[in-house]
């Protein structure tokens, strides 16, 4: 279990961290841009593990400003909106027991479902992975920027600029999206534990 999640936890924070890392060498160093492509694809192995960890400790630090900017974006937070949903919905089901107590049925189902488990921490991390990349796609809009007052690049690159712009919207709308799923798959295990969805198998075999 703790390898699996483990995995998910590494690629939540390297990805948006190795793009962090990126995009400040190429804003302080500002190398030719066919110099970075060069530089990345003859990185030795040990290089390699050096700059993975590197944007793992940095992914994790830059954690709490990626959650922030995909604060900026929720209507409202997604546990909250969850909370909402389900208790409107049904509310006799959480009559016993509160609707904010999360947290308790994670660690229930951590104990008693270890693929659901699995499930639900792939969506925080591929969550956190996308409002990270997210982030990064627009702070190369700046870099980029830099780099045509320079003159080091013509004009046209601006295009990418567009391109940029979208990237890091559909990135920070996906991962509002795993976000929500992450929460409502919790209470919808709730819900699938309490009559009358969890004797819908019993009445089945009956028949």
Request: net charge positive; with cysteine.
């Amino acid at each position: 279990m703790s390898i699996r999640i483990g995995i998910y936890d590494f690629f939540a924070y390297t990805i948006p961290g190795g793009l962090i890392i990126l995009l400040l060498f190429i804003g302080i160093t500002q190398p030719a841009l066919q110099v970075v492509w060069i530089s990345m694809s003859c990185l030795t192995f040990a290089q390699l593990f050096f700059f993975g960890l590197a944007s793992y400790i940095t992914g994790y630090i830059c954690g709490p400003v990626f959650n922030k900017w995909r604060e900026l974006f929720e209507k409202k937070h997604a546990k909250a909106e969850a909370e909402e949903r389900f208790s409107a919905k049904y509310p006799m089901i959480f009559k016993e027991t509160s609707i904010k107590d999360w947290a308790i049925w994670l660690a229930v189902v951590r104990r008693e479902n270890l693929d659901l488990s699995f499930e639900i921490d792939k969506h925080k991390a591929v969550s956190k992975m996308l409002e990270g990349t997210s982030l990064a796609l627009i702070i190369f809009i700046p870099v980029l920027i830099a780099y045509f007052f320079k003159e080091m690049i013509n004009i046209w690159y601006f295009w990418l600029i567009p391109l940029l712009i979208l990237s890091s919207i559909l990135s920070i709308k996906q991962s509002i999206k795993f976000n929500t799923w992450y929460y409502s798959t919790v209470y919808e295990n709730i819900i699938s534990r309490t009559p009358p969805f969890s004797t819908i198998g019993q009445v089945r075999i009956d028949k």
